[in-house]
């Protein structure tokens, strides 16, 4: 069972875009989420980091425009991000550690990578 995001897209400069990352499976709790964005030629950079029990971490280059927040009741994970600039443009992947719980009662660990949607900033 895999995380499915959607809502990148082409923005210009100023503006905002909301990403989701839904799991489609019975999640018991999201444990760490994660976003994460790959721009043309650059390595993997991580973007907000919440651990669920705590406040999320944001990388200086996007603290104060992107929020990172989770909707338990639709299993998804979003990243709203405004105050766009060129330079945000990149691949962005949601990560997550998910605990499931079977109909048995039985836990299971699981870490999944969503499949990475496209942001593009214009001047």
């Known amino acids: 069972v895999q995380l499915v995001e959607s809502g990148g897209g082409l923005v210009q400069a100023g503006g905002s875009l909301r990403l989701s990352c839904a799991f489609a499976?019975?999640?018991?709790?999201?444990?760490?989420v994660c976003w994460y964005r790959q721009a043309p030629g650059k390595q993997r950079e991580l973007v907000a980091r919440?651990?669920?029990?705590?406040?999320?971490n944001y990388s200086d280059s996007v603290q104060g425009r992107f929020t990172l927040y989770v909707d338990n009741a639709k299993n998804t994970i979003y990243l709203q991000m405004n105050s766009l600039k060129p330079e945000d443009t990149a691949v962005y992947y949601c990560?997550?550690?998910?605990?499931?719980?079977?109909?048995?009662?039985?836990?299971?660990?699981?870490?999944?990578w969503g499949q990475g949607t496209l942001v593009t900033v214009s001047t």
């Open positions: 990560n997550a550690g998910i605990t499931t719980r079977d109909t048995a009662g039985r836990y299971t660990f699981l870490e999944r």
């Open positions: 499976g019975n999640i018991f709790t999201f444990n760490t």
């Open positions: 919440s651990p669920g029990d705590s406040n999320t």
